[in-house]
């Protein structure tokens, strides 16, 4: 509920830009740690405390370390809030009895009953809502009216006139008094404050989940490396003096320290926590690493390359925070709405009493003054503070769950409006590194054939025999030494294995050396319709099999364009491959358009073409030169694992590669709006219910502690609506 709304100040948030703004009763924080208001980002300061502009309380940045800052702070909420609910539950059952025929409750007279109920009802408004009282305090030193502002005149009002008649009942007039005693409103202020506390708490737990999950992000990061010194000697040393070119042992087991590449070893890799594939990567010498992966079973040295701030853990942290500190285009519908809300509203307050004042029953005073408090209390835009940003931070926060990083906030709102998204295959869809898919030995056992292949290949640079080696080391296979290596450039290899002559390359190649591969062709016809290359192999003069090596589709793409179909959205494909190839991996997929054999350079001019046929375009791309489609597009959508390029020129970054970032965008926007609608109806409606428009017809009256009861669960409403994103499958 922390989220007010005021006046806007142009100038001064232009003034606050980018400056750590210190505001009155905030408290120092951890070294590092920054603070910053989600209603106005600009507002950054070392310490927690409250906006000066809006004065909710400002909220951790995200990746600083506020963990446990911001964990006191919504501890202190909670003491509050249970201090509130056990004090005001007593107050209300002896301020009700009477409404309820029981004129002494607990044999209390009015006069006494007057003072038990400043008793119960003190501490709750001054103790527990200290916080609410200062920031309607700022909100008048800062002259920035806000939700603030109506809740402390509300509570003010209610306890300063109750105050005055239990301390000096004899100021008011003899129609003021019943057996003696002046009718009181304690019981009013301390619900009033104790459910602001409740939507305060509630806020503050559901903004801060995201904030969690970074945090927890930075722990995946080990606090150590083994550093290998240039005598060869090994050293454990803070991660914090790990430079760029450092050699790093990590052994088995341990989460690699920073990203860089491998130099000596080989291993296997979990990186599940950047991938989402669960499989783990097989890694070799001139293989990259990225930092809080964990290492298998192997012993790897690598080189540091890109090290804290630098990593893409951090990178992706950093990414979360700033986005957290935007707002999307549509909270300035809410502000046009906001600018003059607070003085409206408090001119329909005084309105109100002077209506109930000069037109209402006996007695008068105490009409107009209920009225007015309850005009001022249900009209606090609590719900319509929320409405926006708690949903982008609660989406925010699903997205790095699920690997979906916004770079802001209107990328979230822009996202919504795509209807084609352009994807390039290679990296995108595919993992981007070719595989072996399929292996066939006829006359050999298939184990003993892939091994005695991938033994030949083991000394060949070419991308399609790395594939086969690690589709043999990925089978348990063990290589044996190969002799009398030969490669010819473009057809294939050859080489000797435990006295076998062994054959590897293309059908051409194998004929070359008498080799008839004529059983084979129908199969490899087969698997090259599958866009799959197809590699020949023999053994000492007889063909012995084939294989296929092909880049795989992720095992998430398949279920993401069905699902991007199924939102009405259009698919194009974009590939230096063949057209044969291209028609291929569409048909696999369901592509709607495969666009084959495109220059990295025509791929802006294609998104141009769809963007000037009307289409809103998004482009998703891994690569140095898919950057300028990716900035041109409305939104650019980045892979995670590819270049630093493409994830700069990107309004969205996917880190694990799966592309229905769409569908949580649509879920926000939808989100908001019901938010937004919830909130103004909310609005129109309780403002004249609790002025009394229907006590003319009805004799219906809206009580200040209702009027707070109800402006507490239209926030609450909104903060569990945002709720909802969390259980959005993607």
């Known amino acids: 509920m922390n989220k007010g709304l005021n006046h806007p100040q142009p100038s001064r948030a232009h003034d606050h830009q980018d400056e750590d703004v210190t505001a009155p009763g ?84 009015p006069r006494e009953r007057g003072w038990v109920e400043f008793l119960l009802g003190t501490p709750v408004v001054l103790w527990v809502g200290w916080p609410i009282l200062h920031k309607f305090w700022l909100s008048l030193a800062h002259r920035a009216l806000n939700m603030y502002t109506l809740i402390g005149l509300g509570v003010g009002f209610a306890y300063l006139f109750s105050l ?5 009942p004899g100021w008011f007039p003899a129609g003021f008094r019943e057996h003696g005693a002046v009718g009181t409103y304690f019981e009013a202020a301390a619900v009033i404050v104790t459910l602001v506390t409740l939507g305060d708490f509630l806020q503050s737990r559901a903004m801060g989940q995201t904030s969690r999950a970074i945090q927890q992000l930075l722990k995946l990061a080990p606090n150590q490396a083994w550093r290998l010194n240039d005598d060869g000697m090994e050293e454990q040393v803070p991660l914090e003096v790990v430079a760029v070119g450092n050699r790093l042992r990590v052994k088995p087991g341990e989460k690699i320290p920073v990203d860089g590449t491998v130099l000596e070893g080989s291993s296997r890799v979990d990186e599940s926590m950047i991938t989402g594939e669960p499989v783990p990567v097989a890694k070799a010498t001139g293989d990259k690493v990225t930092g809080a992966t964990v290492n298998s079973n192997g012993s ?49 307050a005084v309105m109100t009493a002077l209506a109930w004042w000069f037109l209402g029953p006996e007695p008068k005073f105490a009409y107009a003054f209920l009225n007015a408090v ?74 003993e054939a892939l091994a005695l292949v991938a033994g030949v290949e083991q000394l060949s640079e070419h991308p399609i025999g790395l594939a086969i080696v690690e589709g043999a080391k990925a089978r348990g ?11 010819i450039n473009g057809l294939g290899v050859q080489a000797d294995i435990d006295g076998k002559h062994v054959l590897v390359g293309s059908r051409n190649f194998l004929s070359q050396h008498d080799v008839d591969t004529q059983a084979l062709e129908t199969r490899a016809e087969t698997w090259r319709k599958e866009s799959k290359t ?33 939102l009405g959205v259009r698919i194009v494909m974009l590939t230096g491959d063949s057209q044969r190839t291209a028609d291929a991996v569409a048909r696999q997929l369901g592509i709607d358009e495969a666009l084959a054999e495109v220059l990295p350079e025509d791929k802006a001019g294609h998104v141009k073409r769809l963007q000037a046929a009307g289409r809103t375009v998004a482009m998703a791309g891994d690569g140095i030169n898919d ?62 219910l609790a002025a009394g428009v229907l ?36």
């Open 164 to 168: 005055a008649a239990v301390l000096m």
């Open 374 to 447: 309850a005009v001022l209390i249900i009209a606090c835009p609590c719900a319509l503070g929320l409405a926006t940003p708690i949903s982008m931070t609660v989406a925010m926060g699903q997205g790095v769950k699920s690997g979906i990083l916004f770079r802001n906030a209107e990328a979230i709102e822009r996202m919504r409006d795509i209807d084609t998204v352009v994807v390039d295959k290679t990296g995108t869809l595919t993992l981007g590194r070719p595989a072996l898919t399929d292996f066939i030995a006829e006359g050999i056992a298939q184990d």
């Open 534 to 566: 197809v590699v020949f192999f023999a053994v000492d003069g007889r063909a012995a099999g084939i294989a296929a090596v092909a880049d795989p589709v992720k095992n998430s793409t398949p279920e993401a364009i069905a699902t991007l179909r199924d």
């Open 26 to 109: 905030s408290r120092p924080a951890a070294e590092g740690v920054k603070w910053t208001c989600p209603m106005h980002p600009e507002i950054v300061q070392a310490s927690a405390g409250d906006c000066p502009i809006c004065g909710m309380a400002l909220v951790p940045v995200p990746g600083t370390g506020a963990g446990e800052d911001e964990d006191s702070e919504l501890a202190d909420l909670a003491r509050r809030l249970r201090v509130g609910i056990a004090l005001s539950i007593p107050l209300v059952a002896v301020a009700m009895a009477p409404m309820t025929g029981i004129h002494e409750p607990f044999g209390l007279q």
């Open 627 to 688: 950057a300028p489609a990716l900035a041109q597009a409305e939104v650019g959508i980045a892979m995670g694992t590819g270049t630093d390029v493409a994830m700069e020129s990107a309004g969205v970054t996917l880190v694990k590669g799966d592309l229905r970032a769409i569908v949580l965008s649509r879920a926000t926007m939808r989100n908001i709006r019901q938010n937004l609608a919830f909130a103004f109806g909310y609005n129109a409606l309780g403002i004249p």
């Open 300 to 348: 790897l040295v690598i080189r540091a390359e890109h090290v804290g701030a630098d990593t893409l853990l951090a990178r992706i942290v950093h990414m979360v925070g700033e986005a957290q500190r935007t707002r999307a285009p549509i909270q300035r519908f809410a502000d046009v709405i906001a600018a003059y809300f607070v003085q409206i509203v408090i001119a329909i």
């Open 695 to 730: 006590y003319p017809a009805f004799g219906l009256l809206l009580s200040p502690m209702f009027a707070g009861a109800a402006m507490a669960m239209s926030s609450v409403s909104v903060v569990t609506n945002a709720l909802r994103l969390n259980r959005i499958k993607l």
């Open 477 to 487: 296979l063990t290589t044996r030494p190969a002799e009398a290596f030969d490669a």
